[in-house]
């Protein structure tokens, strides 16, 4: 005795669209989460780059480095 399976064609007209789009917004949401993490580190270690940097200037360099600060 074979049976037979119904099986159902997708169709994808018939699919609503906004749920494409919410998978796709939580996978950017995801991977802006990661850059954002990502670009936080690289300013903590810039930061203390800049600070290791200050620390060896001499007087005069200290000044010149103020002064370009200061233009941006």
């Not at 950017?28 to 580190?41: G, M, Y």
């Amino acid at each position: 005795m074979e049976e037979e399976k119904e099986t159902e064609e997708l169709d994808m007209s018939k699919k609503p669209r906004e749920e494409i789009a919410v998978f796709g917004l939580g996978v950017a949401l995801n991977h802006l989460k990661e850059i954002a993490k990502t670009q936080k580190e690289i300013v903590t270690v810039l930061r203390y780059l800049e600070n290791k940097v200050e620390a060896l200037l001499d007087e005069p360099a200290q000044e010149r480095l103020a002064q370009i600060k200061r233009r941006f």
